[in-house]
């Protein structure tokens, strides 16, 4: 089964950037479109970043503008640049097959902004 490993959260000042990393496991990685999720304490996991196969890219509207996926599939990791960061982008962030989320769920990274 494809494993997931995210990476790259922490604490950062409301402005401040950070770079997510998930490494997939497995040859299934280069053929599907990934998402990177986040999870908000007592809220929902939403999709925040899609990129498929091949390098098309969608953004939820709260992030458009500021973050950025992109995939290195001979690696087999996604990457999430988040700049302009604000309070309310805290969350888990996790990655994941989309639209349906189909792959098991790694531990995610956590991403703390400060005001």
């Known amino acids: 089964q494809v494993q997931l490993v995210e990476s790259g959260g922490g604490l950062v000042q409301a402005g401040g950037s950070l770079r997510l990393s998930c490494a997939a496991s497995?040859?299934?990685?280069?053929?599907?479109?990934m998402g990177w999720y986040r999870q908000a304490p007592g809220k929902q996991r939403e999709l925040v970043a899609r990129?498929?196969?091949?390098?098309?890219?969608n953004y939820a509207d709260s992030v458009k503008g500021r973050f950025t996926i992109s995939r290195d599939n001979a690696k087999n990791t996604v990457y999430l640049q988040m700049n302009s960061l604000k309070p309310e982008d805290t969350a888990v962030y996790y990655c994941?097959?989309?639209?349906?989320?189909?792959?098991?769920w790694g531990q995610g990274t956590q991403v703390t902004v400060s005001s």
């Open positions: 994941n097959a989309s639209p349906l989320p189909t792959m098991k």
């Open positions: 497995g040859s299934i990685f280069s053929i599907n479109a």
């Open positions: 990129i498929t196969s091949y390098g098309i890219t």
